[in-house]
């Protein structure tokens, strides 16, 4: 289960009211919901699906790999969408994808993922899976 706080970006606060108004207030909540689910919830809510959709991405790599909220939402805006996506990813090209993404999100604000935590993730994927850790 993740210890990680449930606190979505503030982008999604009009989700956050939809799913906390439902009961649904963790990581592992969200990351469990159905697709029918979803759907329910976007109908009766401004939020959309598929913002609810990119959420649960989201959930799904916070919980099954232990991600930190900010690296799982890091890996979804560069195209991994789960963990066997990213169970399948090549270090190299990953951390070349992530490392301009994070250059055009946040400058030089904040310090770039290094090889090795990408190779982590990979790692953590791959044994998820059942994937060669080579």
């Known amino acids: 289960m993740s210890t990680h706080p449930f606190a979505p970006p ?3 606060r009009q989700e956050l009211a939809l799913l906390r108004g439902e009961g649904i207030a963790t990581w592992p909540a969200v990351a ?3 697709i029918t689910t979803i759907r329910q919830l976007a109908r009766r809510s401004p939020g959309s699906e598929a913002r609810l959709i990119r959420l649960r991405g989201q959930a799904r790599l916070v919980v099954e790999l232990d991600l930190a909220p900010a690296e799982a939402a890091l890996l979804l805006h560069a195209g991994i969408a789960d963990p ?3 169970a399948r990813a090549e270090a190299h090209d990953l951390h070349r994808q992530v490392g301009r993404l994070q ?3 946040t400058g030089t604000a904040m ?3 290094a ?3 990408v190779r ?3 790692l953590r994927a791959r044994a998820r899976s059942g994937r060669s850790g080579n």
């Open 32 to 34: 469990g919901l159905d």
């Open 111 to 113: 310090a770039p993922v």
């Open 10 to 12: 503030q982008a999604y």
């Open 84 to 86: 066997l996506g990213l």
């Open 120 to 122: 982590s993730w990979i």
């Open 103 to 105: 250059r055009r999100l």
């Open 115 to 117: 090889m090795e935590t």
